[in-house]
Nanobody, 124 residues
Framework: QVQLVESGGGLVQAGGSLRLSCAAS????????MGWFRQRPGKEREFVAAISWSGGSTRYADSVKGRFSISRDNAKSTFYLQMNSPKPEDTAVYYCAASSRYTTVVVTALYDYWGQGTQVTVSS
């Protein structure tokens, strides 16, 4: 089993910045693709960003491209979502996820492990 724990959520003003972290423990996530998803009130969980094991390949939802950046530090078993210039519509619970078989995929069903989520609220 892999345990994922998100941190760094909170209240941020539109146009500011916030960095989410996801720490992995338990069975190694070596070779795993990692992703960030979010769930806005009344909406289904949606893809935000993903990164390959090496960090050499990334993928973003169109809605966050150019504003958010995903990265990872494999030595620390931690990966990140840097949120720059967030907008009120980015308000959501953000989840990190790990996929043992796929890399940079956008489909929730292809991820094996999930964190508990962290709330991000962007004020206007």
């Amino acid at each position: 089993q892999v345990q994922l724990v998100e941190s760094g959520g909170g209240l941020v003003q539109a146009g500011g910045s916030l960095r989410l972290s996801c720490a992995a423990s338990g069975r190694t996530v070596t070779g795993s693709g990692m992703g960030w998803f979010r769930q806005r009130p009344g909406k289904e969980r949606e893809f935000v960003a993903a990164i390959s094991w090496s960090g050499g390949s990334t993928r973003y939802a169109d809605s966050v491209k150019g504003r958010f950046s995903i990265s990872r530090d494999n030595a620390k078993s931690t990966f990140y979502l840097q949120m720059n210039s967030p907008k009120p519509e980015d308000t959501a619970v953000y989840y990190c996820a790990a996929s043992s078989r796929y890399t940079t995929v956008v489909v929730t069903a292809l991820y094996d492990y999930w964190g508990q989520g962290t709330q991000v609220t962007v004020s206007s």
